[in-house]
């Protein structure tokens, strides 16, 4: 089938994860970990309210304020995005892209007769998009950021937040060869196990202690200039990574991510 015929209940994870707004931020993390999942809907007295994805999770977890508090004192309800951008269950999976690029979000619920019958998230763009032929090069993004293994976590959280990174590149601080990767994902693991620990240790200092190479993944998913598309989507899906490295003879030449793939199927659409 072809893409732009596609709808987002067609494509969407019918069986996404609900949480209610007053469980445990604790338990909602075991959950993710337990399922590998990045989001959940969050539900209330009035049904979907809101979502909480990896990325509210770190926005809340780890600020000088929420460092004091053990994770098992949050509820759900205090790191949501709310209220909820929701759209018909018949949507285009173009029109849907659009709408997430525009709100600055990663997925979107799809309604039917007032319930949400599907998720649909930019993870089911890179699905549709495995078999594409398009040259990576023509999506990828050339600017890539870079942290060295011995950047703080601190300092990496901050820079997620403000820049809205989910995947980026290790280096080692003395040769510059490409030595792991950090996503949302070791953040929020680390960040939450670290602070249930120490937060009424005393310890004013434990999260600056730790590196960015203590937590990062050693291995690194990337493709050569000359790949697809689909290829790179491919091994985001198969990775559960939301950045594929773009390499070549062992320098970074680019990335292309879960954003890109977004961006690229609003754009491949208008043109058809």
């Known amino acids: ?64 304020r929420s460092a004091r508090m053990p994770i098992s004192t949050l509820h759900v309800s205090s790191v949501m995005s709310y209220p909820l951008i929701k759209l018909p269950y018949d949507t285009s999976v173009a029109k849907a892209a659009r709408v997430m690029l525009e709100n600055n979000i990663s997925s979107v619920p799809a309604e039917r007769e007032g319930e949400v019958v599907a998720l649909f998230s930019k993870w089911d763009i890179a699905r549709l998009l495995r ?20 950047d703080s976590l601190i300092m ?8 809205g990174f989910s995947t980026l590149p290790v ?28 937060a009424d240790s005393g310890d004013k200092d434990f999260l600056k202690r730790v590196r960015v190479g203590d937590i990062m993944r050693p291995l690194v998913p990337a493709v050569s200039p000359s790949e697809s598309v689909g290829k790179a989507a491919e091994l985001m899906v198969e990775k559960n990574i939301r950045g594929v490295l773009i390499m070549e003879e062992n320098r970074i030449k680019g990335i292309v991510t879960l954003t890109d793939l977004t961006r690229y199927v609003t754009l491949k659409l208008v043109a058809l």
Not at 156 to 163: A, H, K, S
Request: charged share 25%.
């Open 1 to 64: 089938m072809e893409i732009d015929l596609i709808t987002i209940s067609e494509a969407g994870d019918k069986d996404f994860l609900r949480v209610h707004k007053n469980d445990s931020l604790y338990n909602l993390v075991k959950v993710l970990r337990k399922n590998d999942a990045d989001r959940a809907v969050v539900y209330g007295e009035r049904g979907a309210e809101g979502m909480v994805t990896l990325k509210d999770i770190v926005s809340k977890v780890g600020s000088s």
């Open 131 to 150: 078999g594409d032929s398009t040259p990576v090069t023509e999506i990828m993004t050339s600017s890539v950021t870079r942290v060295s293994e011995t």
């Open 156 to 163: 990496v959280r901050r820079l997620m937040i403000d820049n």
């Open 171 to 198: 280096v080692n601080p003395s040769s510059g060869e490409v030595v792991g990767i950090i996503t949302l994902t070791e953040l929020v693991n680390t960040l939450v196990d670290i602070i249930n620990e120490f």
